[in-house]
Nanobody, 122 residues
Framework: QVQLVESGGGLVQAGGSLRLSCAAS????????MGWFRRSPGKEREFVAA????????YYADSVKGRFTISRDNARNTVYLQMNSLKPEDTAVYSC???????????????WGQGTQVTVSS
């Protein structure tokens, strides 16, 4: 099994930036596709971004395309989400997850982190 721990969340003003990190331990990280999802109060979980095991392929939700960048460092067993030009509607708990493929579907992910809170003030 792989364990995931997110960090880097916090409070930021609209237009600001944050970088989230997701550290993995356990199973070989470099073989896994990784994704970021978010959940806001009263809303369903939403796909944010995904990256292939090599980092060569990535997908983004339309709502974050051009503002967020997903990347990974397999030597450090870590995946990142760089978030720029943040908006109040980006406020959510952000969770990373691991899958055997590169997917935008939450159901394809078998392991999830606890999440980190991101709050964007207007």
């Amino acid at each position: 099994q792989v364990q995931l721990v997110e960090s880097g969340g916090g409070l930021v003003q609209a237009g600001g930036s944050l970088r989230l990190s997701c550290a993995a331990s356990g199973r070989t990280f470099s073989n896994l596709g990784m994704g970021w999802f978010r959940r806001s109060p009263g809303k369903e979980r939403e796909f944010v971004a995904a990256i292939s095991w090599s980092g060569a392929l990535s997908y983004y939700a339309d709502s974050v395309k051009g503002r967020f960048t997903i990347s990974r460092d397999n030597a450090r067993n870590t995946v990142y989400l760089q978030m720029n030009s943040l908006k109040p509607e980006d406020t959510a708990v952000y969770s990373c997850a691991a899958a055997f493929s590169t997917s935008i579907r939450g159901s394809d992910y078998f392991t999830w982190g606890q999440g980190t809170q991101v709050t964007v003030s207007s």
